[in-house]
Antibody, heavy 122, light 107 residues
């Protein structure tokens, strides 16, 4: 059974850093691209970042470029999101998700974790 | 960047009815659209990719259509368990932008 379990969330002050982790099991982690998607309270889904199966390619939404870094450790089957210079507008539940690959790119996210809450506030 | 606009924002449908919701891309995206269902308190679930391909295990009452800039998700014979938010997403090319969602309520 595919499982994705996020951790590392919490309350953090604006301008500070936080690192999220996503432990994967039930599939060959090193064969899949992975992503982070967030959802602010009572709002819709917002794609944050995607990383290729081997970590060689990364993609970010404009509002987090230069502040967030997606990475992975295939030996540990773990996905990470390093979040620096956090802002109040980064407050959200952060989901990790497995990416479906087809003919050269990502065509959806087929398994999702339960999410971890990040609150940026003084 | 491409903007994905969904309509309507919400709709209320009776069990057994057919419902269609819309997703409009600000630029031609071909068939590079996915649809997700998110029930209250749950994580999203992938329903459709490449605009009309039903993902594994998705009931055949869910049908996706469209090409270019205009896309639809149709649910035939709506069931009570279909009450949820539905989101479209641009796929294949970054940024993988989501639409703002359509809330489906069951009367």
């Amino acid at each position: 059974e595919v499982q994705l379990v996020e951790s590392g969330g919490g309350l953090v002050q604006p301008g500070r850093s936080l690192k999220l982790s996503c432990a994967a099991s039930g599939f060959t982690f090193s064969n899949y691209g992975m992503a982070w998607v967030r959802q602010a309270p009572t709002k819709g889904l917002e794609w944050v970042a995607t990383i290729s199966y081997d970590g060689s390619s990364t993609y970010y939404r404009d509002s987090v470029k230069g502040r967030f870094t997606i990475s992975r450790d295939n030996a540990k089957s773990t996905l990470y999101l390093q979040m620096d210079s956090l802002r109040s507008e980064d407050t959200a539940t952060y989901y990790c998700a497995r990416a479906v690959w087809d003919y050269g790119s990502y065509v959806g996210f087929d398994y999702w974790g339960q999410g971890v809450m990040v609150t940026v506030s003084s | 960047n491409i903007v994905m606009t969904q309509s309507p924002k919400s709709m209320s449908i009776s069990v057994g009815d057919r419902v269609t919701m819309n997703c409009k891309a600000s630029q031609n995206v071909g068939n590079n659209i996915a649809w997700y269902q998110q029930k209250p308190g749950q994580s999203p679930k992938l329903l459709i990719y490449y605009a009309s391909n039903r993902y594994t295990g998705v009931p055949d009452r869910f049908t996706g259509g469209g090409y270019g800039t205009d896309f639809t998700l149709t649910i035939n014979s709506v069931q009570a368990e279909d009450a949820a938010f539905y989101y479209c997403q641009r796929i294949y090319n970054s940024p993988f932008t989501f639409g703002s969602g359509t809330k489906l309520e069951i009367k």
